[in-house]
């Protein structure tokens, strides 16, 4: 069981060595550039989403170092940060959808109906 328990191991960094380096694949090219010049190339929402993007990153490899120091990262403040990005993720992709219509009957306005109240209120003011 000793040696399975090394060769698990050795894969398992193994995996996070790949997840590392793509991960530092994808960044070179966005930190070639200043974020401020980047940014302002961006639409707000690509921005917005690039500053998310980046956050979660940066937490998430704050993470995987914490977890490779042994840290238990069950009450962390990591967590908390890391679910605080992916609600404004989520927020970010809402606000990209835009509105949402609303589930169930929807209001229709009686447009005759409409017009007799606001002849009815006229005539008896006038």
């Not at 007799?116 to 006038?126: C, E, P, S, Y």
Request: hydrophobic content about 40%; glycine content about 8%; proline content about 3%.
């Amino acid at each position: 069981a000793g040696m399975e328990e090394v060769s698990e191991a050795l894969e398992g960094i193994a995996s996070l060595e790949k997840e590392v380096a793509a991960i530092q694949a994808e960044l070179e090219g966005i930190l070639q550039i200043p974020l401020k010049e980047l940014s302002g190339r961006l639409s707000p929402i690509e921005s917005a989403k690039l500053h998310a993007s980046l956050a979660f990153a940066v937490n998430s490899l704050f993470f995987m170092y914490l977890k490779t120091q042994g840290v238990d990262t069950k009450g962390h403040a990591i967590r908390k940060e890391i679910d605080r990005v992916k609600k404004y993720i989520k927020k970010i992709d809402l606000a990209e959808k835009g509105p949402q219509e609303e589930k169930g009957p929807k209001r229709r306005v009686d447009s005759k109906a409409a017009g007799r109240m606001i002849m009815a209120g006229v005539k008896r003011k006038f």
